[in-house]
């Protein structure tokens, strides 16, 4: 994320959509303030968001990645898919 207009922290707040934010571990520990301006940003926005940290390592949700982590990417997946539904429908 950066200051300039076209950070998507910043077009997002232009949306309607709903969002689930899904971040690696590896991804949140060098930017941990990232999801707080993220959070931030949606509430003031009005948006519904959700967004959560993942103990794994990015790329974690593709089977075929190297880091590929079952558990969490079924979780992940499940809550895009629930989000859908409910958006979508």
């Not at 690696?24 to 930017?31: E, G, K, N, V, Y």
């Not at 959070?39 to 974690?60: C, N």
């Not at 992940?76 to 409910?86: C, D, E, S």
Request: include cysteine.
């Amino acid at each position: 994320m950066s200051d300039q207009p076209n950070s998507p922290h910043l077009q997002a707040a232009k949306s309607k959509a709903q969002f689930l934010i899904a971040i690696a571990q590896s991804d949140d520990t060098p930017r941990p303030n990232d999801k707080t301006v993220m959070k931030d940003t949606f509430a003031k926005a009005g948006l519904q968001a959700e967004i959560e940290v993942y103990a794994a390592m990015h790329g974690w949700c593709p089977p075929d990645s190297g880091v590929y982590n079952e558990p969490l990417a079924e979780k992940a997946w499940t809550r895009l898919l629930a989000l859908y539904g409910k958006a979508l429908a």
